[in-house]
């Protein structure tokens, strides 16, 4: 498994470069950086297998972040850091029912292919590797107190190694992205494996 992460952190840190250093055969063929500005929402479903069979749950979220992208010709990579945050509620014997909220920011490295391109209009399609990092978890107990703990408190990861897929386009100076997540280790601490799906719709401004 580790082996496995290094060569795709190596795989998505080397290509851009091969992309990027190949001599250019005309001024129409440099490079141009655009920075994005987003929000977004999403869905996160979890994915428990258990002894008993699978259960899922799902949680509402969202997302805010920046970061560059750079293109040449038909291909592209850009990385773009997130803060993001999902919620969920439930009740536990020790403290009866409460609302939570966690925490977590992601690095994600993408590259893809533009298909189509126009002055006002550009189609992307990507693939990435994404380090997500679970920081704090906000619990609010009904009628009670509210406090923070710590991700493994919880029985949750507080690093995950995400694979993404999507797609985007560029209208003018505005970006829609539309994409899938799904971890390659477990998203919680505990014994049995928890998958983590996720999708993302976000709206972003070009600069």
């Known amino acids: 498994m580790i082996m496995r992460k290094l060569f795709l952190i190596s795989l998505f840190t080397l290509a851009p470069v091969l992309v990027l250093a190949a001599p250019p055969t005309s001024a129409a ?104 990092f679970n920081t704090k978890i906000i619990v609010d107990i009904d009628g009670g107190p509210t406090f923070k703990v710590r991700p493994k408190e919880d029985n949750i990861a507080i690093y995950q190694a995400i694979a993404r897929f999507g797609a985007s386009v560029d209208l003018a100076m505005f970006n829609l992205d539309f994409n899938y997540s799904i971890s390659l280790n477990s998203a919680t601490t505990t014994s049995f494996r928890t998958s983590y799906h996720q999708l993302q719709l976000n709206l972003a401004y070009l600069f």
């Open 29 to 132: 063929q440099q490079p141009k950086l655009d920075i994005k500005l987003f929000l977004g929402t999403g869905g996160t479903t979890y994915v428990s297998m258990l002894e008993t069979g699978r259960e899922r749950d799902t949680f509402a979220g969202w997302q805010i972040g920046f970061g560059p992208r750079v293109r040449r010709r038909q291909a592209f990579i850009e990385v773009l850091f997130s803060f993001n945050r999902w919620s969920f509620a439930g009740t536990k014997p020790d403290v009866g029912g409460f609302k939570a909220q966690v925490n977590s920011f992601e690095l994600p490295f993408h590259m893809g292919y533009i298909p189509y391109k126009n002055p006002y209009f550009k189609l992307f399609l990507y693939a990435g590797y994404v380090n997500h």
